[in-house]
């Protein structure tokens, strides 16, 4: 079934502790996104890559990190951890540049950090 | 200024009613707009997305886009128990989502 997978789909993490958030998709799209979800501030953008290769900031970029080393991967770490990261993570692809880009999500990592 | 707002107001109707649902957009520029379905620990799945202005009809789901007061509104005709989820308006020229309306159809 085509669409994007993401791993684990829920972690408890201690404080200080590095974690990397696993994102695949088999639609070749190029564009891939990751979002934070946090009741009452729904989705921000944490970074984005519009191509293999390449990869860019978005609204909430500190203690995070993000890798593009091919299409269909798009990995986010966490450096150190720390509990304001607690969330839902959304990992999204789309095609950037052709006009409507429609973005599919996966089913998202719940994250808690103690 | 978000570049989109949504009050994120949880909104309850009776099965069979209307809902209505509403965003603001900050750039007249804008012209792509989506809205987004996300049932309880799910990912958020498109609905609908308008280009421009105008109203999109599907099936018991419409999508209004009003450039001239930068306003986009969903609204659901006989809502169902099924259709209790949270609805998300996002503008994609930006990639920005607002924060969502929690709707619960009473059956």
């Known amino acids: 079934i085509a669409g994007i997978t993401q791993a684990p789909t829920s972690q408890i993490l201690a404080a200080g502790r590095r974690m990397t958030l696993r994102c695949t998709q088999d639609?070749?799209?190029?564009?891939m996104y990751w979002y934070r979800q946090d009741l009452g501030l729904g989705l921000r953008l944490i970074h984005y890559?519009?191509?293999?290769?390449?990869?860019g900031k978005g609204e909430v970029p500190d203690g995070y990190s993000v890798s593009r080393a091919n299409t269909d991967d798009f990995p986010l770490t966490l450096a150190s951890a720390v509990p304001s990261q607690t969330s839902v993570y959304f990992c999204?692809?789309?095609?950037?540049?052709?006009?409507?880009?429609?973005?599919?999500f996966g089913a998202g990592s719940r994250l808690t950090v103690l | 200024q978000k570049e989109v707002e949504q009050d994120p107001g949880p909104l309850s109707v009776p099965e069979g009613a209307i809902v209505s649902l509403n965003c603001t957009y900050s750039n007249s520029a804008f012209q792509y707009f989506m809205w987004y379905r996300q049932y309880s620990r799910k990912g958020p799945e498109l609905l609908m997305y308008?280009?421009?202005?105008g109203n999109k009809e599907d099936g018991r789901f419409t999508a209004q886009v009003d450039k001239s007061s930068k306003y986009i509104s969903l609204f659901i005709r006989d809502s169902q128990p099924s259709d209790s989820a949270t609805y998300l308006c996002?503008?994609?020229?930006?990639?920005?989502f607002g924060k969502g309306n929690q709707v619960v159809v009473i059956p």
């Open positions: 890559s519009n191509t293999a290769g390449t990869t």
């Open positions: 999204a692809s789309g095609n950037s540049g052709a006009g409507a880009n429609v973005l599919t």
């Open positions: 996002a503008t994609l020229n930006r990639l920005a």
């Open positions: 308008t280009y421009s202005s």
């Open positions: 639609m070749r799209h190029n564009a």
